[in-house]
């Protein structure tokens, strides 16, 4: 969720302030807010196994604001990378 949070902010121009929001609510549940140790095309690899791919494209349900999610089908490699990189 913190990964989509993430990306949401860097594709959709979801608020900052608002992914903090997030992070801190996961945290506060006992629940991780970093991901596993795992490396760029292992990272992509593993994301392209997700059930929401299509046509062997990668979408991604991420939010332009709270409680507004969409499915996004444009996001680039890098910017799906990047998202896992800004947690640690």
Same mark, same amino acid.
């Given at each position: 969720? +913190? &990964?989509?949070?993430?990306?949401?902010?860097?594709? &959709? =121009?979801?608020? +900052?302030?608002?992914?903090?929001? !997030? +992070?801190?609510? %996961?945290?506060?549940?006992? !629940? *991780?807010?970093?991901?596993? *140790? %795992?490396?760029?095309?292992?990272?992509?690899?593993?994301?392209? $196994?997700?059930?929401?791919?299509?046509?062997?494209?990668? $979408?991604?349900? !991420?939010?332009?604001?709270? =409680?507004?999610?969409?499915?996004?089908?444009? +996001? @680039?490699?890098?910017?799906? !990378? @990047?998202?896992?990189?800004?947690?640690?």
């Amino acid at each position: 969720m +913190v &990964c989509a949070a993430r990306l949401s902010e860097r594709v &959709c =121009g979801f608020a +900052v302030e608002e992914t903090q929001r !997030l +992070v801190d609510l %996961i945290a506060a549940a006992g !629940l *991780p807010t970093t991901p596993p *140790p %795992i490396v760029g095309d292992r990272w992509l690899e593993l994301m392209r $196994r997700d059930k929401k791919v299509e046509h062997g494209a990668m $979408r991604f349900v !991420l939010l332009e604001r709270l =409680g507004h999610a969409v499915v996004w089908n444009d +996001v @680039s490699n890098d910017d799906a !990378l @990047s998202c896992a990189s800004t947690l640690t």
